[in-house]
């Protein structure tokens, strides 16, 4: 189904209650530059408030998943949209200089890249023509969020400080298209992952002690937390003199220097 950008700054500010159309646009706009919902007409991932058409990304390629797709991956869907005479699927001047360029990293494994492609295309054309199309718009618009357009931030990328303090990275490298390990081209900017080290009985022991540590932490409700801040603040309000303006006036937080001469 399609609906227009207006309709989505309308249902945000409807529902969220946002009263300024500015907030809601920008709202929708870091939605859709996550991918979740997207333009049938554009690889730069924005909302305008107009009736530019958009389209819901399938669960399959949310980025809550935690794609890293590879550059193989990427090559067989340029290769892929190649194979395809139709005019919506022709290659942005800067896919096709992506593709010539991964096929220059790949040259020795572009073979079998083009018949993934090509297997590719043979189940697509078993779909139903609406079925494909929404699907085309769908991975046109995951490899718009994974590798934007010139220009466009790569909502995808993480600090490089972030990746070397995280010891548990979330997210795994996986084919988007299935390509099995044992047959997967190694990717010239991806090193090879290391081999996970499974999960034992003491790391699950350690990780029961430490949620059980959790639920027995004495915890206070907000409200309780809220009576006894309010309780502390009228107790000793009098003593503030950012609250009661002392007599004559703070000279801290004014040009009055009255009480300094009373004090001397």
């Known amino acids: 189904s399609l609906f227009a950008g ?76 190649t194979m395809q005479n139709k005019a919506r699927l022709e290659l942005a001047d800067y896919e096709a200089e992506n593709l010539a360029r991964l096929q220059r990293a790949f040259a020795r494994k572009w073979e079998f890249i083009f018949m993934q492609a090509e297997a590719q295309v043979k189940i697509d054309r078993k ?11 769908q991975e046109r618009a995951f490899w718009d969020v994974h590798r934007p357009v010139p220009g466009c931030v790569n909502t995808t990328e993480m600090d490089i400080r972030k990746c070397r303090r995280m010891k548990n990275p979330q997210k795994v490298k996986k084919s988007v298209y299935g390509v099995t390990e044992e047959s997967q081209p190694q990717s010239p900017v991806h090193m090879p992952s290391q081999p996970v080290r499974k999960t034992t009985k003491e790391d699950f022991r350690k990780q029961i002690t430490f949620l059980n540590m959790q639920i027995e932490r004495h915890c206070l409700k907000m409200s309780k937390v809220a009576e006894s801040l309010i309780a502390y603040t009228e107790q000793y309000v009098e003593y503030d003199p950012f609250i009661t303006p002392a007599e004559p006036s703070n000279p801290w937080i004014s040009d009055d220097a009255a009480l300094w001469d009373i004090e001397m």
């Open 6 to 81: 207006a309709d989505i700054v309308q249902w945000l500010m409807k529902n969220l209650s946002i009263e300024d159309p500015g907030e809601a646009i920008h709202l929708g706009s870091l939605i859709a530059a996550q991918g979740y919902v997207f333009p049938i007409s554009d690889h730069v991932l924005t909302l305008k408030d107009d009736g530019t058409f958009y389209r819901f990304q399938a669960p399959y390629f949310w980025p809550s998943n935690c794609w890293e797709p590879e550059n193989t991956d990427y090559a067989i869907y340029l290769c892929k949209r």
């Open 127 to 137: 779909k139903d023509k609406t079925e494909r199309k929404i699907l085309d718009s």
